[in-house]
């Protein structure tokens, strides 16, 4: 009997110390800013969560995750035994990189000297950008340190370059966040006198609703949602909240605070803060004012229409102006005029009166934020014809080869007696003022490299067209 008790005691033993051996370890494949992870812990009874390092978590045994940005996110996996309460804990620092559009590579570094956490600035070629550092918690805009009073907690420390110009507008061409780790060890932040808790983002089409649940189930514990005014309490070991979308800013920190207290256990009252990042699913960048191309200058016959045309971004007001040699003014829809607060203004009926017109197109963009931009672009000319359209005939003409480097050969379907050819430039300049008598060649040799405009008149014909001088 004795022999049967004492090996039920053996077996028993075996099967409650093998259910307390368990193992936390994940690895992960990285395409830019997702990550693909893989559980690879060995647990029985498990319950997972993971620490993203950015705010965010999962309780998915293996995730995939989108980070905000660049940075070096300290990625934690804590495994339970649900049964045993066996804990085990697997961290790893992780690099992400996402290709950046433009030269300036953002880096930064944290040491802790004492309780005082200094922020080394390792960043290149970033000096036509402005680098503004800030700690998502208790100090901001600090690039040569910070102070922070918390107690066993994950901080996220970031990093921004923006520039601000009349013609871009306020731009953020790239972050970097670096999960910093305050008065923190594994060893107490995700044991049962820990108050550290988990936290899980769901994205809605109203907010963002976060769940919070503590941890260390046993004991009392207190929620606070701040930045709100009015902080908001919460008792209870697992809360929610629905965090609106912030419309000026891409991803936006949020501090939560708790604080547990365990007495029966022997775990006196303790506090945990973290900072969460919603990112704005809807964010829109800030509108930017540049013009890809620029009105050109028009040649037209009195009577007919004519049109300048521009290329910018559809989200800025856009206002045609004229100058008839008195300045510039706004232009409205009406008389000849139409699309003045479009890309392309219409002129029809166009008069002898209106030669050496100019215009140019006022761009203005404001973001959600308030920033703006502003441009203007080149001005062009508008040169008439004497010639009305009743007492002329357009016809087809055909040149080539174009671009031309010496001779450019002209074609019309007429017969050719005495006409005459002129070329402008971009300028509305002259440059070739030529007579051509049985012959369909043009020597442009003598002319620099670009664009230009010809323009054909025999008798009561009339053409015209562009080519290139290579």
């Known amino acids: 009997m004795k022999k049967i008790l004492l090996m039920i005691g053996l077996i028993f033993f075996l099967i409650n110390s093998g259910s307390s051996q368990c193992t936390s370890n994940y690895s992960y494949n990285a395409s830019d800013d997702t990550l693909i992870f893989s559980n690879q812990s060995t647990i029985s009874n498990a319950h997972f969560y993971w620490n993203f390092g950015d705010g965010s978590g999962s309780n998915d045994i293996s995730p995939i995750h989108v980070f905000p ?50 922020t080394t600035n390792l960043s290149s070629n970033c000096s036509a950008y402005r680098l503004g550092c800030h700690v998502f918690a208790n100090g901001q805009n600090t690039c040569s340190g910070f102070v922070c009073t918390c107690n066993n907690s994950l901080y996220l420390h970031g990093m921004q370059a923006t520039s601000n110009d009349s013609i871009f507008g306020y731009r953020i061409f790239n972050a970097y966040y670096k999960t910093f780790p305050a008065n923190y060890s594994s060893s107490t932040n995700y044991q049962n006198c820990s108050a550290n808790f988990e936290v899980k983002i769901d994205y809605q089409a109203n907010g963002a609703l976060v769940t919070v649940t503590a941890m260390n189930k046993s004991g009392t514990s207190t929620f606070t949602f701040s930045g709100f005014g009015s902080p908001i309490i919460s008792a209870g070991l697992s809360a929610s909240y629905l965090y609106p979308y912030i419309s000026y800013a891409k991803v936006f920190p949020w501090p939560i605070y708790h604080s547990k207290s365990d007495s029966l256990n022997g775990c006196p009252s303790v506090s945990c803060v973290q900072t969460i990042l919603i990112q704005n699913p809807y964010y829109e960048w800030p509108p930017n004012c540049i013009i890809a191309q620029h009105p050109q200058n028009q040649f037209v016959a009195s009577g007919t229409q004519a049109q300048f045309v521009i290329n910018a971004p559809a989200n800025v007001t856009k206002q045609w102006q004229q100058d008839a040699g008195l300045g510039y003014m706004n232009l409205t829809n009406s008389g000849p005029y139409s699309g003045v607060y479009t890309d392309t203004l219409s002129i029809s009926n166009v008069q002898l009166t209106m030669n050496n017109y100019h215009y140019r197109c006022v761009l203005v963009g404001i973001g959600s934020s308030g920033s703006g931009c502003q441009n203007t672009s080149n001005a062009a000319v508008l040169q008439v014809s004497p010639t009305g359209i009743n007492e002329i005939f357009h016809v087809e003409m055909k040149i080539y080869p174009n671009p031309a480097s010496t001779v450019l050969n002209i074609s019309v379907p007429i017969r050719l007696n005495r006409a005459n050819i002129k070329v402008f430039n971009l300028l509305a300049k002259e440059v070739i003022s030529y007579e051509l008598e049985n012959s369909t060649e043009l020597n442009v040799s003598e002319l620099n490299p670009g664009m230009y405009f010809i323009e054909f008149r025999e008798d009561k014909y009339f053409a015209r067209s562009t080519f290139i001088r290579n």
């Open 69 to 118: 940005d660049d940075g070096k996110y300290l990625v934690t996996l804590y495994a339970l035994d649900t049964l045993t309460n066996c804990v085990a804990v697997k961290e790893n620092w992780i690099d992400v990189i996402k290709p950046d559009s433009i030269n300036c590579n953002i880096y930064f570094t944290d040491t802790l000297i004492g309780t005082t956490p200094q």
